[in-house]
């Protein structure tokens, strides 16, 4: 019962470096998004998908691309990290309807990532 | 846009007693959902419980229930007979027609034994 497969736990980069992060779910869901969560500042979205092929910029989105390969994948890319984006990173996923007909969204277990 | 406010970044309550969270949010949509997700040291997202905004009826999960006052944008959890598992950080989140869900910045809780 895998739900939302996030890879890798934890990540060190130096500045300058480039990243990708994946995501995996296989609840056969629509929508998938990608969060930030820093101290103090709760969950921010960075980017989502609300079907695949399409994706939409959230809230803090500078910085950062993504992917929907497929339905199941749902990559996020950091072209040239900096230390602002040092952070843990939580992919999730939810059904067609989305949280506005009260599907909850399903949280892989994040990524640590650290940029020196 | 929604927004959503925890305006209390930490709380404390004795094992065995009741503590209520708070939230309130701001939108202009007629239909939404509400969730509270439970984070726990493990980093993971828990769904703790949803209240569906044209219901008047209040939710309950077990211990844990909220106090849904629509017209003042309100959404509190309390959380009955406190156990020392529920130390944790608790978002609430908005969700609304736009399949986007809208954290508040969370709320730590301890529980004392």
């Known amino acids: 019962n895998a739900g939302v497969t996030q890879t890798p736990k934890f990540q060190v980069l130096k500045t300058g470096q480039s990243m990708t992060l994946q995501c995996a779910q296989d609840?056969?869901?629509?929508?998938m998004y990608w969060y930030r969560q820093d101290p103090g500042m709760g969950l921010r979205l960075i980017y989502y998908?609300?079907?695949?092929?399409?994706?939409d910029k959230g809230e803090v989105p500078n910085g950062y691309n993504v992917s929907r390969l497929n339905k199941r994948e749902f990559s996020l890319r950091l072209e040239s990290a900096a230390p602002s984006q040092t952070s843990v990173y939580f992919c999730?996923?939810?059904?067609?309807?989305?949280?506005?007909?009260?599907?909850?969204?399903?949280f892989g277990d994040g990524t640590r990532l650290s940029i020196l | 846009a929604q927004t959503v406010t925890q305006s209390q970044p930490e709380m404390s309550v004795q094992e065995a007693e009741t503590v209520t969270l708070s939230c309130t949010y701001d939108?202009?949509?007629?239909?939404?959902?509400l969730f509270w997700y439970k984070q726990p040291p493990s980093r993971q997202m828990i769904l703790v419980i949803r209240?569906?905004?044209?219901?008047?009826q209040n939710a309950t999960e077990n211990r844990f229930s909220v106090n849904f006052q629509k017209a003042a944008k309100s959404f509190s959890l309390k959380i009955s007979d406190s156990q020392l598992g529920d130390a944790a950080m608790y978002f609430c989140?908005?969700?609304?027609?736009?399949?986007?869900?809208?954290f508040g910045k969370g709320i730590t809780l301890s529980v004392r034994p």
């Open positions: 609840m056969n869901h629509n929508s």
């Open positions: 989140a908005y969700g609304g027609a736009n399949s986007k869900l809208t």
């Open positions: 999730a996923s939810t059904s067609l309807l989305g949280v506005g007909s009260g599907r909850p969204q399903h």
């Open positions: 209240q569906e905004a044209y219901k008047q």
């Open positions: 998908s609300a079907s695949e092929g399409t994706t």
């Open positions: 939108t202009s949509e007629s239909d939404y959902y």
